[in-house]
C-alpha cells in the first residue's frame, strides 16, 4: 500500500469508533506532546527506528512493534536514524474511555504484532470504506477500528501470559540475587541454579526480565541503597558494601548513572 493519510469528517457522528486520521506507512517525523494528543493513537513501526518516551519509560520503536497512547497522556515519540516509517490510527468515539477501560486498556502500552500483516490489511479495509463511501464511510470503517483494539488487547494479554510464565520460572534467581546482594554474584551460579547454559541463561532472563542479569542486579542494588539512604544513618561507604560495592567510589558513580544524583544529594532531598 502506497504511503497515504486520511482526515475524514466526524463532527456528527455518534459511534464507538470515531476515526479522526489514519496513515500508512509514513515518514514520521517528532511528535512532542506535553499535554498529550486529543484523541486516542495506535502506531506500529513500518519501517526504520524510533523511540516513545511515555509514562517515565522509554520504548525502541522497530517494524512490528505497535504502542497505544490514550487521550491526554504526555508522550514524546521520534526517529533514532535517517528513516522511520509508521501507519498510525487516531481515534475517538462515543464513551471512548469507559469502553477502552473496560477492555483493559487503561494506559499507555507497547506490544508486539507477530504477523503486521494483519494490521496492515485492517488499515487497508479502512481506508477502502472511507474512500468509496463519503457519505457512510466513518460507519463502514468503526468496525475495523475495534477489530484494531481487539487484535492490540489479545496480543498484549497474550504475551502478559508469556512473560509472566518465563518470570515464574526465573523466581529462584531472582530470589537468590536479593539474598546475596552484599556478594560477588556470578553468571554461572546463576545460571546452575536453572540449569542452564550461561549464554541460554542470559538470553531467557532477558526475555523474562526485560533487561541483562547484570543490568538488573544493579538496579536492585542501587533500590536497596535507596532505601538504606533514608531508613538509616549509615556512612555511604558502609552502605555500598551491604548492597555489594566495596568501592565507593564505584557506587557513587553507579549511583549517580542512575538516579541523576549522588547518594547524598538522594538523601538530603528525601529523608525526613
Request: aromatic share 10%; hydrophobic share 35%; with cysteine.
Amino acid at each position: 500500500m502506497k504511503p497515504e493519510a486520511m482526515f475524514p469528517n466526524h463532527t456528527t457522528l455518534d459511534l464507538p469508533f470515531i476515526i479522526h486520521a489514519i496513515g500508512v506507512s509514513q515518514p514520521q517525523c517528532r511528535r512532542t506532546r506535553e499535554e498529550g494528543s486529543a484523541v486516542a493513537q495506535i502506531i506500529y513501526g513500518v519501517e526504520g527506528e524510533g523511540r516513545l518516551n511515555v509514562d517515565g519509560r522509554t520504548y525502541e520503536i522497530g517494524p512490528g512493534i505497535c504502542f497505544y497512547l490514550p487521550a491526554g497522556v504526555p508522550h514524546d515519540y521520534w526517529p533514532t536514524g535517517d528513516h522511520w516509517e509508521t501507519s498510525w490510527l487516531c481515534f475517538d468515539g462515543l464513551h471512548l474511555k469507559e469502553t477502552l477501560e473496560g477492555m483493559g486498556l487503561q494506559k499507555a502500552c507497547v506490544t508486539t504484532l507477530p504477523d503486521p500483516t494483519r494490521f496492515d490489511a485492517l488499515f487497508h479495509n479502512i481506508f477502502t470504506e472511507l474512500r468509496t463511501d463519503a457519505i457512510n464511510g466513518q460507519l463502514r470503517a468503526s468496525p475495523y477500528v475495534y477489530r484494531i483494539v481487539a487484535e492490540f488487547i489479545l496480543l498484549r494479554r497474550e504475551q502478559q501470559t508469556q512473560q509472566s510464565q518465563r518470570t515464574s520460572k526465573l523466581k529462584p534467581v531472582l530470589d537468590y540475587i536479593d539474598v546475596h546482594l552484599d556478594k560477588v554474584i556470578t553468571l554461572e551460579e546463576l545460571s546452575d541454579l536453572v540449569s542452564l547454559t550461561p549464554q541460554h541463561f542470559c538470553r531467557v532472563f532477558k526475555e523474562g526480565v526485560g533487561e541483562r542479569p547484570f543490568q538488573y542486579i544493579l538496579k536492585r542494588r542501587i533500590q536497596v541503597a535507596k532505601r538504606l539512604l533514608l531508613e538509616t544513618n549509615e556512612r555511604i561507604s558502609d552502605i555500598g558494601k551491604k548492597v555489594g560495592m566495596e568501592n565507593s567510589s564505584y557506587f557513587c558513580y553507579n549511583f549517580k548513572r542512575l538516579e541523576e544524583m549522588t547518594p547524598s544529594e538522594f538523601r538530603s532531598m528525601y529523608a525526613s
